[in-house]
């Protein structure tokens, strides 16, 4: 059974499962394609639940807003007891306060469910937060949690370091969500968001632990280099095992897709052994030389969408990064570049995207300068 962590009373599993990147009924992206394939995808809940995963993590927008309904579907079956789910507040997609109750009944009526174990505030950094303060959303999820219908608060973040110090300091928190990885341990300042939430006492949650499935993904060098120190394990194995070495850390959370990748993370986080200096080190060698290539930072997770001109951003990205990294030669890359309807050159500069954006990435400039430029040369 993969390892618990305590958290106040409870145990919570180390891993935990993320439902942004749910199977779909087709292969296409989800933006294009939300619908979730609910045979594929209640085989890994149901695997997850019977390796000792308990912690389910959903929001209101994943898969278009089909991602609550399946996973309160998914988890109907068990106990509910048995299980932690958490969900999110959008408070972005929240126009006046009185939606914050709208979309908060919603998601109950989504899910199913009476209460939720973990609430947050979600992508919180200065602009979202400024909102949140102006709409009193600390004292509406308060308020729910009087009401029984949450038991524990918390928010995910991706702002900077100093967004973070002052949101910490506004409320008390039972618990906190960062993007957490080798690669951003440095690249986006998690070491030391992860160690100011240490500092306050306040246990973390980590999302994007292999980067959207980036260091998944690793060139033959990064490959390589893990093998020979360790011949069985995954270069994913490595990005989860790096973050599990961080004691503040209370669960991993995994957006799995396959019953391979839930295998892999089930053995890497059942009786796990921290890493050793050594392994530290080969995990700061990995992201130096990742940070060597050309790649975008681009998760996949598609907060950019809807795009109002209809570009599929993070396609453009990947398709760019496939190139760039020589898992695919460019003249099958132009080609599949071609092949969309709506390409990049249709971009209105209007930075939706790029305020959105968890990664900060500068998403106007980066399909002029780095996709267009790649492809139409």
């Avoid at 048995?82 to 959008?90: E, G, I, N, S, V």
């Avoid at 690249?187 to 100011?196: P, R, T």
């Avoid at 190139?323 to 092949?339: A, P, T």
């Amino acid at each position: 059974m993969v390892d618990k962590r305590k958290f106040k009373d409870i145990n919570v599993s180390l891993l935990g499962l993320g439902t942004m990147r749910l199977p779909c009924e087709t292969e296409q992206k989800r933006e294009s394609n939300p619908n979730i394939d609910y045979a594929k995808a209640q085989k890994l809940v149901d695997l997850a639940y019977q390796n000792g995963v308990n912690y389910f993590d959903t929001a209101y927008m994943y898969h278009c807003g089909k991602s609550e309904a399946f996973i309160g579907s998914a988890l109907k079956k068990y106990p509910r007891d048995t299980y932690f789910l958490a969900d999110k507040l959008p408070i972005w997609m929240c126009d006046t306060k009185e939606d914050m109750k709208r979309v908060f009944d919603e998601q109950l009526q989504r899910t199913g469910m009476e209460y939720f174990d973990f609430y947050l505030l979600h992508s919180l950094d200065k602009e979202n937060f400024e909102k949140c303060e102006k709409f009193g959303a600390y004292d509406f999820i308060k308020e729910m949690q009087k009401e029984c219908k949450i038991k524990y608060i918390g928010f995910s973040f991706h702002g900077t370091v100093d967004d973070l110090r002052e949101i910490v300091s506004a409320h008390k928190w039972d618990f906190a969500q960062i993007q957490m990885n080798y690669l951003d341990w440095k690249n986006q300042n998690a070491k030391s968001q992860y160690e100011i939430l240490k500092g306050a006492g306040i246990p973390t949650i980590v999302m994007e632990p292999v980067r959207g499935g980036k260091l998944a993904l690793v060139n033959d060098e990064i490959s390589d280099m893990f093998k020979s120190s360790k011949p069985q394990n995954t270069p994913a194995s490595w990005a989860m095992g790096f973050v599990a070495s961080h004691k503040n850390i209370i669960t991993i959370l995994s957006g799995m897709n396959s019953e391979e990748q839930m295998l892999d993370n089930l053995s890497t986080l059942t009786d796990f052994k921290p890493f050793t200096d050594r392994e530290y080190a080969l995990c700061e060698k990995a992201a130096a030389i990742l940070n060597k290539s050309e790649v975008i930072s681009c998760t996949g997770c598609d907060y950019c969408q809807p795009c109002p001109k209809g570009i599929k951003i993070s396609s453009f990205f990947s398709l760019y990064n496939s190139v760039v990294s020589g898992e695919m030669d460019i003249n099958s890359g132009r080609e599949k570049y071609n092949s969309y309807k709506i390409n990049p050159t249709s971009c209105a500069w209007c930075n939706k995207c790029k305020n959105h954006c968890p990664q900060s990435i500068s998403v106007p400039d980066v399909l002029e300068g780095k996709v267009i430029k790649l492809f139409m040369q």
